[in-house]
């Protein structure tokens, strides 16, 4: 016989089991939103939080009664799950895409930081270049032509040729 405070714990423990399971739905919702995954990496993430929901399900119900189902456990997951929905998921959610957010932007920083002395090299790097490009680029393009003047001819002869014959 289990005694009335007993059942309250696993009630109660079953409860605190649906608050996460919706915690971890949630996490579930952010990620998709992020990545966008296709139809199998989305059959193969399902499968995996059905999985996770599993182990956190059966999980709970070991600790708080030995792995004995009763009515009330799913009862008790149920509202865990609704309470969590309706009154944190939105707030959880917004904070965990703000941390998101800041963790990109501050990710974002940091690599300019990085980028910053190769930016400057290359800056000094480029302006002779560009210098010694803007001198150039009339004799480079001439240069560019002319060596593409021998194929343009072939072209045209095959072409030529190919007409000649067609018309016979």
Same mark, same amino acid.
């Given at each position: *016989?289990?005694?009335?405070?007993?059942?309250?714990?696993?009630?109660?423990?079953?409860?605190?089991?649906?608050?996460?399971?919706?915690?971890?739905?949630?996490?579930?919702?952010? !990620?998709?939103?992020?990545?966008?995954? %296709? %139809?199998?990496?989305?059959?193969?993430?399902?499968?995996?939080?059905?999985?996770?929901? &599993?182990?956190? &399900?059966?999980?709970?119900?070991?600790?708080? $009664?030995?792995?004995?189902?009763?009515?009330? $456990?799913?009862?008790?997951?149920?509202?865990?799950?609704?309470?969590?929905?309706?009154?944190?998921?939105?707030?959880?959610?917004?904070?965990?895409?703000?941390?998101?957010?800041?963790?990109?932007?501050?990710?974002?920083?940091?690599?300019?930081?990085?980028?910053?002395?190769?930016?400057?090299?290359?800056?000094?790097?480029?302006?002779?270049?560009?210098?010694? %490009?803007?001198?150039? %680029?009339?004799?480079?393009?001439?240069?560019?032509?002319?060596?593409?003047?021998?194929?343009? *001819? *072939?072209?045209?002869?095959?072409? $030529?040729?190919?007409?000649? !014959?067609?018309?016979?």
């Amino acid at each position: *016989m289990i005694s009335i405070s007993q059942e309250t714990y696993i009630l109660l423990a079953t409860i605190y089991g649906g608050i996460l399971i919706g915690f971890i739905y949630d996490l579930y919702k952010i !990620f998709r939103r992020i990545f966008h995954p %296709k %139809k199998i990496a989305t059959l193969i993430q399902d499968f995996l939080f059905w999985l996770i929901i &599993a182990i956190v &399900a059966f999980y709970v119900l070991i600790i708080s $009664n030995q792995g004995a189902l009763r009515f009330y $456990n799913f009862l008790g997951f149920l509202i865990g799950a609704a309470t969590y929905t309706f009154l944190l998921s939105h707030i959880v959610v917004k904070g965990i895409l703000l941390l998101l957010r800041a963790i990109k932007r501050f990710l974002y920083d940091l690599y300019q930081i990085i980028i910053y002395p190769f930016h400057v090299g290359l800056c000094l790097i480029e302006v002779p270049c560009s210098y010694c %490009k803007r001198k150039t %680029k009339p004799i480079y393009y001439k240069t560019k032509k002319y060596f593409k003047l021998p194929g343009r *001819m *072939m072209e045209r002869t095959k072409k $030529n040729i190919s007409t000649y !014959f067609k018309k016979k």
